[in-house]
């Protein structure tokens, strides 16, 4: 089993519409976590990051983090096609240490 | 600010040759700077993280004669890649994070390695 799962999609929603992209872990110790954003040959761009469980909104982004459920969301709002792109989740157990990363979640948002 | 650059982009090579591919961080001191891959529709594996004027410290699986990482300067990571086969072909990607937030890694726009 990996450590975290996260489905690669292709997910694909209209223009608007609210978009849900999920990771769930194994590794109870995790303690941060971080969504980033991967467009195509590029570098991953940190969106959101959450220490421990609990909610963040950034604009259009929401993270949630269920460490009971060892489970992490990360919604858009009024998704964009300017928002189609790959989203790694990661998170790690200890402050600075690697991260470990989901498979990425392919996200289209057609026009 | 936290912007790291990577050079060159791209790079064809032929088999058996060395390929130097250097992390630069523009505007922060990256204490630490970690060299990942990442496969065609795949995560990133994370390769090695070196801490400046440190030796790197490898993944399981990662041969560090074969993957060369030097930190030298705390705004400069290099990976070479001795005697380059086919297989070696990915993306690489390094990330760099500061004293001042460890927590956060910022990543370099990545190096794209063809090897013949």
């Known amino acids: 089993q990996k450590e975290v799962e996260q489905d690669p999609g292709p997910l694909s929603v209209p223009e608007g519409a609210i978009v849900s992209l999920n990771c769930t872990y194994s590794?109870?110790?995790?303690?941060?976590f971080m969504w980033y954003r991967q467009y195509s040959r590029k570098g991953p761009e940190l969106l959101m990051y959450?220490?421990?469980?609990g909610n963040k909104e950034d604009g259009r982004f929401t993270a949630q983090v269920d460490k009971s459920s060892k489970y992490i969301s990360l919604f858009i709002r009024d998704s964009q096609p300017s928002d189609s792109a790959t989203y790694l989740c990661?998170?790690?157990?200890?402050?600075?240490?690697?991260?470990?990363f989901g498979a990425g979640t392919i996200l289209r948002v057609k026009s | 600010g936290a912007v790291v650059s990577q050079h060159p982009s791209w790079v064809i090579c032929k088999s058996g040759t060395s390929v130097k591919i250097e992390c630069r961080s523009l505007?922060?001191?990256?204490?630490?700077m970690f060299w990942y891959r990442q496969f065609p529709k795949q995560s990133l594996m994370l390769m090695a993280t070196?801490?400046?004027?440190?030796?790197?410290?490898?993944e399981q699986g990662v041969e560090k004669d074969k993957f060369l990482i030097n930190h030298a300067s705390l705004t400069l990571s290099t990976l070479t890649v001795t005697s380059a086969h086919p297989e070696d072909s990915s993306f690489y990607i390094c990330?760099?994070?500061?004293?001042?937030?460890?927590?956060?890694?910022?990543f370099g726009p990545g190096t794209r390695l063809t090897v013949l």
């Open positions: 990330s760099a994070s500061s004293q001042r937030e460890i927590d956060t890694q910022y």
């Open positions: 590794n109870s110790a995790f303690q941060y």
């Open positions: 959450t220490y421990s469980s």
């Open positions: 990661a998170m790690s157990a200890e402050y600075g240490n690697k991260l470990v």
């Open positions: 505007d922060f001191q990256a204490t630490t």
């Open positions: 070196s801490n400046e004027g440190s030796k790197a410290t490898y």
